[in-house]
């Protein structure tokens, strides 16, 4: 589970929260609980997720986005016609 630290309080412990939360989760989390540290950062990859909860709308317009997106880098594009001798080959 990933969490980013929101702040650091003055005993030394963290506040954390995820990326789809709103607050600051409310267990602080001691230095030495910290296992490793992110290396790949995705920029809004939970925004789909947040969206869902609070955005349903944004939501559907995202996935259509996408579709459309997808649907228009992928079509297949007709080849042009063959002309020989002044008519048209399909």
Do not use: Y
């Not at 296992?35 to 990859?45: D, H, K, L, R, W």
């Not at 944004?58 to 579709?67: D, E, K, R």
Request: hydrophobic share 50%; charged share 20%; glycine share 8%.
């Amino acid at each position: 589970m990933v969490h980013r630290v929101a702040a650091v309080r003055a005993d030394g412990t963290l506040r954390t929260m995820g990326d789809a939360n709103e607050t600051v989760d409310s267990t602080p989390v001691a230095p030495g609980a910290v296992q490793g540290v992110g290396q790949i950062v995705v920029p809004f990859a939970g925004l789909p997720k947040l969206w869902s909860r609070q955005e349903p709308a944004m939501l559907s317009a995202w996935v259509l986005s996408v579709v459309l997106a997808c649907r228009l880098v992928t079509r297949r594009r007709r080849a042009a016609p063959i002309v020989i001798d002044g008519g048209v080959q399909a």
